[in-house]
C-alpha cells in the first residue's frame, strides 16, 4: 500500500513538472518518503498477550557511494543534498507498520541499527524507460553488542515518460522503501532475539 502511493506521488510530481522547464532538484529529507499514519495495534484476543512492539533507533547513516554528491539523472543532475536526511525518512516509514516503532534514544529501543548507503541512483535504461537503484547494508545492535549484518536492495524499473526530477526522485523513493521493506524480516529477528534474552 505505501509502495502503491508512493508511484501514485511520482507521477503526480512528473505530471506537474513535464510541461515546465524541467530544473535540478536534490535528494533531502524534503524530498524524501513521506511518514505515514501510524496505525492502531491490533487488540489482542481474550488470554492473549498484547503483541510487543519492534522499536529501533536510527544510530547512524553513512553515505559510501563512490559519487557522494549526485544520484544520477534523467536530463538533468539529481543532486545529493541531505543523505542522511533522505536515508531516514525511507525508514521512517517503518511506523506505517504496526510491528515497528522509531525512537529517538538507544535506551528505548530494542534495535540500533546503523546504516551505510551503498548504491542509490536513477537512469535510463533505454529510450523510453528508467532504473532507479538502492542499496545499503544495516548492522544491527543492541546495548553496544553487535548482532550482525545485512545488505537490502529495492530497485524500480518503469517507464521514463517526461525525464523530469520529479519523475527521479519518486523512483529513488519507490527503491529505498523496498530496500526498507526488504529489511523488516532481519529487523523483526533482531529484536524477537532481544525479547528472548530479556
Known sequence: MLIRS???????????????????LTISAETGPKAPMRPSQPRPR????????????????????????????????LYAEDVPGWVRAGFITLIGDARFDVVDTAEAAELELNVDLLKSYVAPSASTSKLATVVFRVHYSHGGKSLGESIYRGGKASMNWASTSGEAIGSLNISLVE?????????????SAVWAAN
Open 46 to 77: 481474550k488470554g492473549q498477550k498484547p503483541r510487543p512492539i519492534c522499536r529501533v533507533f536510527i544510530a547512524g547513516i553513512k553515505d559510501l557511494r563512490q559519487d557522494p554528491s549526485t544520484m544520477g539523472s534523467l536530463g538533468n543532475t
Open 179 to 191: 530496500a526498507v521493506e526488504a529489511a523488516k524480516p532481519d529487523i523483526l529477528k533482531g529484536c
Open 6 to 24: 508512493l508511484m501514485l506521488s511520482a507521477a503526480i510530481a512528473m505530471m506537474a513538472t513535464s510541461t515546465a522547464v524541467a530544473e535540478p
